[in-house]
């Protein structure tokens, strides 16, 4: 996969993005010495002076937006990523959804974490007590 054949490799890896999303395509970074820039075609045109040197300008010029940044080491996980991840795909409604869940999980790990927390003291104290009433004898 490394060496002479990464270009060929990744085009081919182009390809299959093109496939997914039209709109899609992949450059080396400007900003990134060794990384490729995944980006979408977008609406919108600007008017911003174009110098060469860094991704953000170049996208601005051929009007593309930044999706994902990835070595080549990890091109075979950007599809899936992106399957993944697609709002248009799912839906903002969906990923709302989401979120509000992975929220909630989150709170519950807390929550039963401060749980333990203060079940560990509560049972540490009475124990404590119990030994100095004389309820409970240490051998």
């Known amino acids: 996969m490394y060496g002479y054949d990464l270009p060929g490799y990744v085009r081919d890896k182009e390809r299959e993005l093109k496939r997914y999303d ?21 609406r919108y045109l600007s008017d911003h002076p174009f110098v060469r040197g860094t991704d953000f300008q170049v996208q601005l010029k051929d009007s593309y937006r930044q999706i994902l940044v990835f070595f080549p080491c990890d091109i075979l ?8 991840h697609d709002i248009q795909r799912y839906g903002a ?4 959804n989401q979120l509000d869940h992975n ?8 929550e039963a974490g ?4 203060l079940e560990a003291v509560g049972s540490e104290a009475y124990d404590f007590l119990a030994w100095r009433e004389g309820r ?3 051998t």
């Open 22 to 42: 039209r709109f899609l395509r992949i450059r080396r970074s400007l900003d990134t010495p060794g990384a490729y820039v995944v980006e979408r075609k977008t």
């Open 77 to 84: 996980r950007v599809l899936p990523q992106l399957r993944e």
């Open 93 to 96: 409604k969906h990923l709302a």
């Open 103 to 110: 929220d909630d999980v989150r709170r519950e790990r807390e």
């Open 114 to 117: 401060r749980r333990a927390d």
């Open 136 to 138: 409970r004898v240490a």
